[in-house]
């Protein structure tokens, strides 16, 4: 079945230093990914999502490319702010489970200090 | 614009006592809809999905329950709570199909003493 990996579960880091959150997957068919932002006390959104055509996602400073060939959708930020503390969740999305809807990651807790 | 609404927005009640929860959907026709819980501190999980009125399917039940009577809403419920069942329930939407991204309403936090 599919699956999502988050091998990160918590990162923490100094404010304006890069940030890479993880991203793995398996899925029998060609996915769609997606990138949600929780913060605290407040709903998960949509942050990312990814391309058919090769485009490099952009929100809010943050990027994630999709590759194929290691199955990974790792999301990328140049330089990490207070206001990106939040639970970060990757998910996919295939033939298998459209109806079902989104497969979620386990998420990773991005805590960011001044 | 299509809108999303959660009631209550909070709720404290007794263990053994009965819990209803509600979702609407406004601007969507025959969206895909979803609850999912999340404990305090924890990771989303998701309970039930539904297709279309009338028809719901559960991922994992958790002793909860859940209905859509009506295109544009979802209801979640229980009997008797647990003291388990404490936690943020979120409710989503979704168009379906491939590349359809869900999108959460705000959220209903309880806690069961």
């Known amino acids: 079945g599919d699956s999502v990996t988050q091998t990160e579960g918590l990162v923490t880091l100094t404010e304006g230093l890069p940030v890479m959150l993880n991203c793995t997957y398996q899925s029998t068919y060609s996915p769609f990914l997606f990138w949600y932002v929780q913060h605290l006390n407040e709903a998960p959104k949509l942050l990312l999502k990814?391309?058919?055509?090769?485009k490099r996602p952009e929100h809010q400073g943050f990027h994630a490319t999709l590759h194929k060939s290691s199955s990974s959708f790792h999301l990328q930020k140049s330089s990490a702010q207070l206001s990106d503390s939040a639970l970060y969740y990757c998910a996919l999305s295939d033939q298998n489970n459209y109806a079902q809807g989104l497969t979620f990651g386990l998420g990773t807790r991005v805590s960011v200090f001044p | 614009a299509q809108t999303i609404h959660q009631w209550p927005v909070a709720e404290i009640k007794a263990v053994g006592s009965p819990l209803s929860l509600g979702c609407t959907i406004k601007g969507k026709s025959s969206p895909n809809l979803y609850w999912y819980w999340q404990a305090t501190g924890g990771t989303l999980q998701q309970l039930f999905y539904?297709?279309?009125?009338?028809?719901v399917e559960s991922v994992v039940q958790l002793n909860l329950s859940a209905s859509r009577p009506k295109d544009d809403q979802f209801i979640l419920s229980t009997e008797k709570l647990l003291l388990s069942h404490s936690g943020f329930y979120l409710c989503?939407?979704?168009?379906?199909?491939?590349?359809?991204?869900?999108?959460f309403g705000p959220g209903t936090r309880l806690t069961v003493l």
């Open positions: 990814s391309f058919t055509d090769n």
């Open positions: 989503a939407w979704s168009l379906g199909g491939l590349f359809a991204e869900q999108f």
């Open positions: 539904s297709i279309t009125v009338g028809q």
